[in-house]
């Protein structure tokens, strides 16, 4: 079984940067995990910011953190509905399912998040 989280050193990049600080780190720092943070809070802003910086940096990256800061439950519910797209393209990845898409009014699954997906679903062993 493969570890999950690789040990050794991480770049995680704090909130607020911009796509050439971004750039500018994966080019310094070759081959170290990246997690990208995002300062968007809402999901559509969110989505669109981590495809635009994934872009950035060629797709090479670990994670993408979100944040949520309400105490609002339908908050919460809105960057989750990401979840069903995510769900969905893992699914259809590990050919459970024959499609990825999801129905409106969830949102699918972002092309720029999918290099993100395959390297964490890599790690996870088949049943």
Do not use: C, N, Y
């Not at 704090?14 to 809402?42: C, H, K, M, N, S």
């Not at 290099?115 to 062993?125: E, T």
């Amino acid at each position: 079984m493969k570890e999950p989280l690789s040990r050794g050193l991480w770049g995680v990049l704090a909130t607020p940067f911009t796509a050439d600080a971004a750039r500018a780190v994966r080019e310094t720092a070759p081959g170290v995990p990246l997690v990208i943070g995002l300062a968007e809070r809402e999901t559509r802003a969110a989505t669109t910011s981590a495809s635009r910086l994934l872009e950035a940096v060629a797709g090479e990256a670990t994670a993408v953190m979100v944040q949520v800061q309400s105490p609002e439950p339908s908050a919460l519910a809105e960057h989750i509905k990401i979840g069903l797209a995510i769900r969905k393209a893992s699914w259809h990845e590990r050919g459970v399912f024959a499609s990825g898409a999801v129905r409106p009014p969830a949102p699918g699954m972002p092309d720029a998040l999918m290099p993100v997906l395959r390297q964490h679903l890599a790690h996870i062993p088949l049943p």
